[in-house]
C-alpha cells in the first residue's frame, strides 16, 4: 500500500500492474530527454549572439523536427497498445466473483459457490484494532487464492461507483443495471486495498476495498468455513 511522502506507484501485485510500472517508467524517460533538449535549446538561443543563415532555412531540419515527434508518438503507442489489449484480455477464468457498489458498502458475490456472499462494510475509527489503516479496513475481506486468474463482474445497485485497487492494476466502473468486467492474477501472498473512485455520494470515502490474497489450500479453507456460517 502506498506510504507517506511516497513519490511512485505502488509495489505491483499482478503481472498486468508489472507491465504498467515499466510502461510509466518508459514514457516518463521519453519525456525527461524531451524536456532537457528543449530547455537546451531556449538557453541556448537566448544565451548566444550567434547566428547561422543555413539554420535559418533548412529543408533537413524540417524534416527531421517532423520525422523524430512521430517516431516518439510511436515508441509510446505501441506498448500502450500492448498493455491496453492484456488488461482486457480474459482467458479461463478459475475463479468469478460478482462486486456490486451500493451506498455505501460493497457486496461479494462468489459465483462458483452456491450460497458463498456477504457484505464488506468500513470498520469505524473507534473499532480499529492495533496495526489496521483508518478509512481503508473492511470487516469482510474479498479473498482470492494466488496465481489463479480471477474475474470480477463489477455492478453497482443504485448510484456510479468504481471498483479500484491500484497494487493490482485493476479500476472498474460499477455502473447501474450493466455488468462490467475485468480479470487478474495476484503474484503473491499479501492484503491489498483500495477505494471506490467514483464520486458516489455524501460518504464516498469510506467505502474501502480490501482483498486478500492466500495459497490454494488457505483459500478452500476459508471458504469452507464461509459456507459452514452462511
Same mark, same amino acid.
Given at each position: 500500500?502506498?506510504?507517506?511522502?511516497?513519490?511512485?506507484?505502488?509495489?505491483?501485485?499482478?503481472?498486468?500492474m508489472e507491465?504498467l510500472?515499466?510502461?510509466?517508467?518508459?514514457a516518463?524517460?521519453?519525456?525527461?530527454?524531451?524536456?532537457?533538449?528543449?530547455?537546451?535549446?531556449?538557453?541556448?538561443? +537566448?544565451t548566444t549572439?550567434?547566428?547561422n543563415?543555413?539554420?535559418?532555412?533548412?529543408?533537413?531540419?524540417? !524534416?527531421?523536427?517532423?520525422?523524430?515527434?512521430?517516431?516518439?508518438?510511436i515508441?509510446?503507442?505501441?506498448?500502450?497498445?500492448? !498493455?491496453?489489449?492484456? &488488461?482486457?484480455?480474459?482467458?479461463?477464468?478459475?475463479l468469478?466473483i460478482?462486486t !456490486?457498489?451500493?451506498?455505501?458498502?460493497?457486496?461479494?458475490?462468489?459465483?462458483?459457490?452456491?450460497?458463498?456472499?456477504?457484505?464488506?462494510y468500513?470498520?469505524?475509527?473507534q473499532?480499529?484494532?492495533?496495526?489496521?489503516?483508518?478509512?481503508?479496513?473492511?470487516?469482510?475481506? &474479498? +479473498?482470492?487464492?494466488?496465481?489463479?486468474?480471477?474475474?470480477?463482474?463489477?455492478s453497482a445497485?443504485d448510484?456510479?461507483?468504481?471498483?479500484?485497487?491500484?497494487?493490482?492494476?485493476?479500476?472498474?466502473?460499477?455502473?447501474?443495471?450493466?455488468?462490467?468486467?475485468?480479470a487478474?492474477?495476484?503474484?503473491?501472498?499479501?492484503v491489498?486495498?483500495?477505494?471506490?473512485?467514483e464520486?458516489?455520494?455524501a460518504?464516498?470515502?469510506?467505502?474501502?476495498?480490501?482483498?486478500e490474497a492466500?495459497?490454494?489450500?488457505?483459500?478452500?479453507?476459508?471458504?469452507?468455513m464461509?459456507?459452514?456460517?452462511a
Amino acid at each position: 500500500m502506498a506510504h507517506p511522502s511516497q513519490l511512485g506507484f505502488q509495489d505491483a501485485a499482478s503481472p498486468v500492474m508489472e507491465e504498467l510500472l515499466h510502461f510509466h517508467d518508459h514514457a516518463l524517460m521519453i519525456v525527461f530527454l524531451i524536456s532537457t533538449l528543449v530547455l537546451y535549446i531556449i538557453v541556448a538561443m +537566448v544565451t548566444t549572439n550567434l547566428t547561422n543563415k543555413f539554420i535559418l532555412d533548412s529543408q533537413e531540419i524540417e !524534416i527531421i523536427w517532423t520525422v523524430l515527434p512521430a517516431m516518439i508518438l510511436i515508441l509510446i503507442a505501441l506498448p500502450s497498445l500492448r !498493455i491496453l489489449y492484456l &488488461m482486457d484480455e480474459i482467458n479461463d477464468p478459475h475463479l468469478t466473483i460478482k462486486t !456490486i457498489g451500493h451506498q455505501w458498502y460493497w457486496s461479494y458475490e462468489y459465483t462458483d459457490y452456491e450460497a458463498l456472499t456477504f457484505d464488506s462494510y468500513m470498520i469505524p475509527t473507534q473499532d480499529l484494532s492495533p496495526g489496521q489503516f483508518r478509512l481503508l479496513e473492511a470487516d469482510h475481506r &474479498m +479473498v482470492i487464492p494466488i496465481e489463479s486468474p480471477v474475474r470480477a463482474l463489477v455492478s453497482a445497485d443504485d448510484v456510479l461507483h468504481s471498483w479500484a485497487v491500484p497494487s493490482l492494476g485493476v479500476k472498474m466502473d460499477a455502473v447501474p443495471g450493466r455488468l462490467n468486467q475485468t480479470a487478474f492474477i495476484i503474484s503473491r501472498p499479501g492484503v491489498f486495498f483500495g477505494q471506490c473512485s467514483e464520486i458516489c455520494g455524501a460518504n464516498h470515502s469510506f467505502m474501502p476495498i480490501v482483498v486478500e490474497a492466500v495459497p490454494l489450500e488457505h483459500f478452500e479453507n476459508w471458504s469452507s468455513m464461509m459456507l459452514q456460517d452462511a
